[in-house]
């Protein structure tokens, strides 16, 4: 899993919809089944599949599902510490937040964000953000980088769309509504005219090969 953030509660997320950018980005990766590994999924276009979750932040909400990672924090500042964490982090409550409708995403073939970059990952990112507190997701700002800075800016810049095809997922109530105008980034608007199939949550551990 990967977090992306910024210097701010304004920017952070390295996915944006209808231009707008959230604090935080969590990423959640998987590699496929077949190809045995991380190293030898990353030779192929199908590869990895990447679930991207936008975090929004509200002071008037304590997400306690990430609360044994936070309190890790103030350990692990320095660039090569690690910390046995003390208490439990439930994959099921990571992966499925109970904020988001997880049937209603978008998807797209693209690539890692960190390098090599490489055009290998299906992207599967939910449209509704899930929430953190200002104090929470200013604890990820406290890490260090290897300069001794304060880590505060790890996210890629929003890149050009080129010629990717980009695809939301229809919820069957909202089928008649499949061919709005939805603005993906600040450079392009695309109309989603295709209805793709609906993974139910259950199934996705099947799915991504775990």
Same mark, same amino acid.
């Given at each position: 899993?990967?977090?992306?953030?910024?210097?701010?509660?304004? /920017?952070?997320? #390295?996915? *944006?919809?209808?231009?707008?950018?959230?604090?935080?980005?969590?990423?959640? &990766?998987?590699?496929?089944?077949?190809?045995?590994?991380? #190293?030898?999924?990353?030779?192929?276009?199908?590869? =990895?599949?990447?679930?991207?979750?936008?975090?929004?932040?509200?002071?008037?909400?304590?997400?306690?599902?990430?609360?044994?990672? =936070?309190?890790?924090?103030?350990? +692990? /500042?320095?660039?090569?510490?690690? &910390?046995?964490?003390?208490?439990?982090?439930?994959? /099921?409550?990571?992966?499925?937040?109970?904020?988001?409708?997880?049937?209603?995403?978008?998807?797209?073939?693209?690539?890692?964000?960190?390098?090599?970059?490489?055009?290998?990952?299906?992207?599967?990112?939910?449209?509704?953000?899930? *929430?953190?507190?200002?104090?929470?997701?200013?604890?990820?700002?406290?890490?260090?980088?290897?300069?001794?800075?304060?880590?505060?800016?790890?996210? *890629?810049?929003?890149?050009?769309? /080129?010629?990717?095809? +980009?695809?939301?997922?229809?919820?069957?109530?909202?089928?008649?509504?499949?061919?709005?105008?939805?603005?993906?980034?600040?450079?392009?608007? +695309?109309?989603?005219?295709?209805?793709?199939?609906? +993974?139910?949550?259950?199934?996705?551990?099947?799915?991504?090969?775990?």
């Amino acid at each position: 899993m990967h977090f992306h953030w910024g210097s701010d509660d304004k /920017e952070g997320s #390295e996915d *944006r919809i209808n231009n707008i950018a959230y604090a935080m980005e969590l990423h959640a &990766v998987f590699y496929k089944k077949s190809y045995g590994s991380m #190293e030898v999924a990353m030779h192929y276009a199908d590869g =990895l599949a990447v679930l991207a979750y936008f975090v929004e932040v509200d002071n008037n909400k304590f997400n306690p599902v990430y609360e044994p990672l =936070l309190a890790a924090f103030p350990m +692990i /500042e320095e660039v090569n510490t690690n &910390v046995t964490l003390n208490g439990p982090i439930y994959p /099921e409550k990571l992966l499925l937040p109970g904020e988001i409708i997880v049937s209603d995403y978008y998807t797209y073939h693209g690539s890692l964000t960190t390098p090599p970059c490489s055009e290998v990952v299906i992207w599967i990112d939910f449209k509704d953000p899930f *929430r953190m507190s200002h104090e929470q997701i200013e604890a990820f700002r406290s890490i260090k980088t290897f300069d001794n800075q304060k880590l505060t800016h790890n996210f *890629r810049p929003v890149q050009k769309l /080129e010629d990717r095809k +980009i695809f939301r997922n229809v919820i069957v109530s909202d089928l008649y509504n499949s061919g709005d105008i939805k603005t993906v980034s600040s450079s392009l608007s +695309i109309t989603f005219a295709a209805v793709l199939l609906t +993974i139910p949550p259950e199934l996705w551990f099947a799915f991504f090969g775990l």
